[in-house]
């Protein structure tokens, strides 16, 4: 009787051996299998972000920045904005506000004084338009911040003629600044200033 006792024990022994091995492989098999898939999913998704673009959810790839190329944009979108202008006061107004969020005080100053001189309002008076091309952008990236020269080409619409001026600008951009509407990039262009604008020439329309 005993013998068929310690036989029973024996053998309920085995059952619960064999049962926890059972559950401890398919524990250990579950967790290889979690992270697998998680591995998998975070491998697949480590390019994208997403972003909350009016209260709803929106799938973007995210890469590395190039900065020089982001750089150069900014500096031609600020500098577009800057000098395209129209005869009419609230479309500069439009216009210089963008530019001004792209730049330190340093452009609001050349803005102040080309308004104390009176340029926007012989625009307006003279119904006169203003259109920039860029024609070539030099940052040296091999120091922060990163010092810019921009050169680029205006051209003053009047009712009879069109005048073309040459015209260089130098300043420096500092980087790491909050990305918005207003700045894109998170970019700000600092100790801005004109460094030529001559008159090439003059034809009738």
Known sequence: MMFRKMKNIDTAFRHVRSFTMIVITGCLF??????????????????????????????AVAEKRNLPVEIRDHIRTFHTLFFTLSPDEKAIQQQVTKALYMADGSA????????????????ISGNI??????????????????????????????????????????GQIRTGLVQSDNNTHGFLVERWEILENNDIKVSER
């Not at 697949?44 to 209260?55: D, E, F, Q, R, T």
């Not at 609001?108 to 625009?123: D, S």
């Open 30 to 59: 579950l967790s290889g299998f979690v992270i697998y898939r998680t591995t998998k999913v975070l491998t697949a998704n480590s390019g994208k972000v997403y972003v909350l673009v009016n209260g709803k959810l929106v799938e």
């Open 108 to 123: 609001r100053r050349i803005y102040q004084n080309m308004k104390e001189a009176g340029f926007y309002n012989n625009l």
């Open 129 to 170: 338009s203003q259109a920039i091309e860029i024609e070539s952008i030099e940052v040296d990236m091999s120091r922060t911040p990163y010092r810019f020269t921009c050169r680029g080409k205006q051209f003053i619409t009047r009712p009879t003629s069109l005048l073309t001026r040459s015209i260089v600008t130098g």
